[in-house]
């Protein structure tokens, strides 16, 4: 193998160690949970980054019904997403190592705190051990529902390519889907919550 491909494929590989985001894997699972080893990506997405956001990968679409599931809130509660049917319901998927999805969380503490009629925000973490989503919930003092997805079962039924993965749910139906932090996410998420309920 000469030295100029060498060095190709190194470079080839490189790129695809950074292409690939935050916790890309379809359950949003990480390989581990030692924030230490996280990629930092504190950076703001760019405009470019932004307009991507608006899809997601995978089997789930805007238009389709989404996925029931049954979880355990960190309360001790139980959240059944059809119980919700009647409901606007902005469905989150983070963890804890993952920045992205931390810098937006004071964003959805701000929504649940403004305690809108017919909605609910459920964040799922994502196969993190729930000490570890505790003792991190603990710190920070947020008090939105959040579930546990110790073994990826919730997240295998919303299969992605990455976290923070969000949707907002109209009545059952996924409205929208956004993959990444949007540029402003506070306006972004309340704006499409406010657009379902002006159908």
Avoid at 87 to 94: G, I
Avoid at 124 to 151: H, I, M, P, R
Wanted: charged share 20%; glycine share 8%; hydrophobic share 40%.
């Amino acid at each position: 193998m000469t030295k100029k491909l060498l060095c190709f494929l190194l470079a080839f590989c490189l790129f695809a160690l950074c292409a690939a985001g935050c916790g890309n894997n379809k359950a949003g699972a990480p390989e581990s949970t030692d924030p230490a080893q996280a990629e930092n990506t504190d950076a703001a997405p760019t405009e470019s980054e932004a307009e991507q956001q608006s899809f997601a990968p995978g089997e789930v679409t805007e238009g389709a019904p989404a996925p029931d599931f049954t979880a355990t809130l960190t309360t001790g509660e139980t959240f059944t997403l059809s119980d919700h049917k009647d409901e606007v319901v902005l469905l989150n998927f983070w963890a804890t190592w993952c920045q992205p999805c931390v810098r937006e969380m004071p964003e959805f503490q701000k929504i649940a705190d403004e305690g809108i009629e017919n909605f609910t925000l459920i964040a799922v973490n994502c196969s993190e051990w729930k000490d570890t989503v505790d003792a991190f919930l603990q710190e920070n003092g947020f008090t939105f529902n959040v579930a546990y997805d110790e073994n990826g079962e919730i997240g295998s039924l919303y299969p992605t390519d990455g976290i923070p993965y969000t949707l907002v749910i109209n009545k059952g139906v996924i409205a929208n889907i956004f993959l990444g932090v949007p540029l402003t996410p506070y306006e972004t998420y309340k704006g499409a919550v406010e657009a379902c309920f002006a159908q």
